[in-house]
Nanobody, 124 residues
Framework: QVQLVESGGGLVQPGGSLRLSCAAS????????MSWYRQAPGKERELVAT????????NYADSVKGRFTISRDNAKNTVYLQMNSLKPEDTAVYYC?????????????????WGQGTQVTVSS
């Protein structure tokens, strides 16, 4: 079982910055890829960024490339999302996800574990 707790959301003006954190429980954190998703009102949840278990590879949605940076500290069981140059369209609830490896999914684990989400509002 993996538990994820996000923090760092809030209200920020356009052009501002926020850093989200996601603290994970369990000894498997360093072995799994991690992702950030977001869901705006009336819209489907979308993938924002992903980082591999070692942190060597990252991927981003086109809408956040060059503005957001995902990183992780396996010693602290924490993944981060640094968000710069924020826009009103970045307003959403942001969720942290632990991406369960396929060899565990086939034996009954869920595809992902989710945090409770943290609200990010970009407005003047």
């Amino acid at each position: 079982q993996v538990q994820l707790v996000e923090s760092g959301g809030g209200l920020v003006q356009p052009g501002g910055s926020l850093r989200l954190s996601c603290a994970a429980s369990g000894s498997t954190f360093s072995s799994w890829a991690m992702s950030w998703y977001r869901q705006a009102p009336g819209k489907e949840r979308e993938l924002v960024a992903t980082i591999t278990s070692t942190g060597s590879i990252t991927n981003y949605a086109d809408s956040v490339k060059g503005r957001f940076t995902i990183s992780r500290d396996n010693a602290k069981n924490t993944v981060y999302l640094q968000m710069n140059s924020l826009k009103p369209e970045d307003t959403a609830v942001y969720y942290c996800s632990a991406d369960v490896p396929p060899w565990l999914v086939v034996v009954g684990f869920p595809d992902n574990y989710w945090g409770q989400g943290t609200q990010v509002t970009v407005s003047s």
